[in-house]
Each structure stands twice: as C-alpha cells, then as structure tokens.
C-alpha cells in the first residue's frame, strides 16, 4: 500500500522555524494537503494543493513540494502552533486516500 | 458554511454494527463529495471511504469487506455503517466535506468517540 512518511515529531523554540517533511512515490502527479490537529479538536486544512493557504490560515504557514517530498514550513513559530500535523494525498494505486502518519509539533 | 453534525452512539459490542449518521448544513448533499475518516486512540488518521454526490461509493480497501456508506438526500444526513466490529474499531470517527475528488478534507463533524466493548 502507499505510504507517506512524516517525521515522528520536530520541536522548535518560539519565534523560530519550522519544517515537517512528508516523502512519498511519484508525488508530481499528486497534490498533497496539510492539517493541523490540536488535542480534542478536528484537523483542520492549513495548506492545500501543495503551497496554497485556504482563507483564513495565517502567512507564516507555508507549503512547498519538491521532488518526492513535501514540506510544511512554519515561520516565526507561535505557541499556539503546537500541534499534530497530517500530509494527504488522493488516488494511489492501492488506496483512493492516504494520510500521513503525523509530526506531533512541540514549541519549546 | 458548510457544517457537519455527527450523531450516534458511542458505544458498540463486538462483533455487532456501528452506525453513525452526518447531519448536513449549508449545502445540499447532492453536490459534491462527503467522507468518513476515522482516529484510533493516540493514533494518526485513517480514510475509510466517501460518496459522491451522483451516490456512488468509494471505500478504503481496509474497510471494503465490512462497510457501508449511504445517504438520505430527503434529510441531508450521510451514514456510516461498519460490521462485525472488534476492539481493533475503536476509534474518533470524523464525517467530513469535500468539494471534489482531489480536494482536501474542508469542512469536519465534530467526531464521535464510538468504543467496541461487551
């Protein structure tokens, strides 16, 4: 089956940087969509069709694709940051959606 | 706005069926496409399948064997059926909105924590 593969977690001092990775196969023929997730809460969208901010996620979200990785980027990283992130992509051979496994982001 | 209203209950014996119902607003049904994603304790998210507006389905290979998703257009409600449940099911069960095949996951239910226990 296809799989995407996240790093476990990243931690990151407040006002600093963040990058969550996301690797899998033949990702330019896919578009891959990111999600926060804070503790008792639904994912919400905060990057979509690879680099784009639906209304309403503030600028210092970004996203960028290249090669057969994916990234988040996360500038000046705010408290309030700290979360569960999720990559996605649609219509892999073996499976219509795959998510993947998270980056559980820790703000030092 | 699309919002989702997630329904049912939240505790199933083994080997019986969950069920669970989405009830839509905002947006008719009809159009575009609606999800049932699941989140075991602790874990990450895992799709189970959707429907499309024309009413066709598409399921997680997972879960083909032992799920049913359907739709109630005269009550704007989506449902999720899932048989012979194990403890292995429990889990944060999500109904969700998209606007088509491709799109991410915009809008979600508020979940429903449904656990397999005798």
């Known amino acids: 089956s296809y799989v995407l593969t996240q790093p476990p977690s990243v931690s990151v001092a407040p006002g600093e940087t963040a990058t969550i990775s996301c690797g899998g196969d033949?990702?330019?023929?896919?578009?891959v969509h990111w999600y926060q997730q804070k503790p008792g809460q639904a994912p919400v969208v905060v990057i979509h069709?690879?680099?784009d901010r639906p209304s309403g996620i503030p600028e210092r979200f970004s996203g960028s694709k290249s090669g057969n990785t994916a990234t988040l980027t996360i500038y000046r990283v705010e408290a309030g940051d700290e979360a569960e992130y999720y990559c996605?992509?649609?219509?892999?051979?073996?499976?219509?959606?795959?998510f993947g496994g998270g980056t559980k982001l820790t703000v030092l | 706005q699309v919002q989702l209203q997630q329904s049912g209950p939240g505790q199933v014996k083994p080997a019986e069926t969950l069920s669970l119902t989405c009830t839509v607003s905002?947006?008719?049904?009809?159009?575009?496409?609606w999800a049932w994603i699941r989140q075991s304790p602790g874990k990450g998210l895992e799709y189970i399948g959707h429907?499309?507006?024309?009413?066709?389905?598409l399921y997680s290979p997972s879960f083909e064997s032992r799920v049913t998703i359907s739709r109630d257009t005269s009550k704007n409600q989506v449902s999720l059926s899932l048989s012979f449940v194990t403890a292995a099911d429990t889990a944060m069960y999500y109904c969700?909105?998209?606007?088509?095949?491709?799109?991410?996951?915009?809008?979600w239910g508020q979940g429903t924590l449904v656990t397999v226990s005798s």
């Open positions: 969700a909105w998209l606007s088509g095949y491709g799109a991410p996951f915009d809008s």
């Open positions: 996605q992509v649609w219509g892999t051979d073996t499976d219509h959606v795959v």
């Open positions: 069709y690879d680099r």
């Open positions: 429907i499309y507006y024309s009413g066709i389905v």
């Open positions: 033949n990702f330019v023929t896919k578009s």
């Open positions: 905002g947006i008719s049904i009809s159009t575009d496409y």
